[in-house]
């Protein structure tokens, strides 16, 4: 049975970010860390997430160093109200904050890990590009059909009838227009800045290598769900490695919240968000859910 006092930490993805979603959170208190944030990441993040439109808050290496910032000023916000959780997820960008939030790394380390991750895969989008599509309908766990076609890998098991998958750009396109063919209802190309969670990230590994081994990764009686195997972790080094296999792997969301309602009875998403909770009412109806708007009030 789930602990009737525990607490699941959600931390979104740069897909989650929208103009202006630092506005309503400019006077808090630990808006401060949005200027240290900006000095490790050498980029005006305070701006991006006060001022910046929507093609440049959407820019990878931009969206990922806000959804971090922001959804750190939130969490720290609520720790002014709140014990801290036992548990943490974070979906694909997020599993960065969520390694912050749970004490694993330092939030310096975290930011300088993030910029170089969204430089990286802005980088690697560029010399391998691709985008991603949303497949919705289709029959639970059976990818098979998707992932026969030339140049789709999947991306993310987001629910059990959800997916999102990567790609070359004509392989999506011929998935689009063929969706039902491959066994799915309904398919939505995305407008991100590449094939995320796939090998055509391949070219961002060294760069990320290159910050993760300086980065200094504590143990923790925390728990933290791993993207790229749904399962229990603590803290320590092995993060170097679930960290670097991120960038080329599915993010198995679904995995990481059935791991989690063993433990837990309720989850709160930090900001920016909504798109979580979305997906986790899905999987686990029976959780209590909630968004942390502290900010708003």
């Known amino acids: ?9 959600l931390f979104p993805g740069q897909g989650a970010l929208e103009p202006l979603s630092g506005v309503a959170w400019r006077n808090d208190p630990d808006w401060s860390i949005v200027a240290d944030i900006s000095d ?18 959407v820019r990878t290496d931009n969206a990922q160093i806000a959804t971090f910032a922001l959804s750190l000023v939130t969490f720290r916000s609520f720790l002014r109200e709140a014990e801290a959780p036992q548990h943490y997820v974070g979906h694909s960008l997020g599993e ?8 694993v ?12 991750r969204g430089r990286a895969m802005a980088s690697a989008a560029e010399q391998e590009p691709g985008s991603m599509a949303a497949l919705m309908g289709g029959k639970d766990g059976d990818f098979s059909k998707v992932l026969d076609l030339d140049g789709v890998w999947l991306g993310n098991v987001n629910g059990p009838d959800q997916i999102v998958v990567s790609g070359r750009t004509p392989a999506l396109e011929e998935l689009e227009r063929n969706v039902l063919q491959y066994g799915w209802k309904k398919c939505r190309i995305l407008r991100v800045g590449g094939a995320f969670h796939s090998p055509l990230m391949s070219p961002a590994i060294g ?9 200094t990764f504590h143990e923790t009686t925390k728990t933290i769900y791993a993207n790229v195997d749904g399962a229990p972790h603590h803290g320590g080094a092995v993060w170097r490695n679930l960290a ?5 792997e599915p993010v198995q969301f679904v995995r990481c919240i059935e791991s989690a309602e063993v433990s837990v009875a309720r989850a709160v998403e930090f900001q920016p968000a909504g798109v979580l909770k979305g997906l986790v009412k899905r999987i686990a109806p029976s959780m209590e859910l909630s968004i942390f708007e502290g900010g708003t009030k």
């Open 1 to 9: 049975m789930p602990l009737a006092d525990a607490t699941l930490a």
């Open 40 to 57: 490790i990441a050498r980029t005006d993040v305070s701006r991006l997430l006060l001022a910046a439109d929507h093609d440049e808050i």
């Open 96 to 103: 960065f904050s969520a390694l912050v939030a749970a004490g």
């Open 105 to 116: 790394i330092s939030l310096e380390d975290g930011a300088r890990l993030v910029a170089a």
């Open 207 to 215: 760069a990320l290598r290159d910050v993760l081994e300086k980065t």
């Open 244 to 248: 670097e296999r991120q960038l080329t």
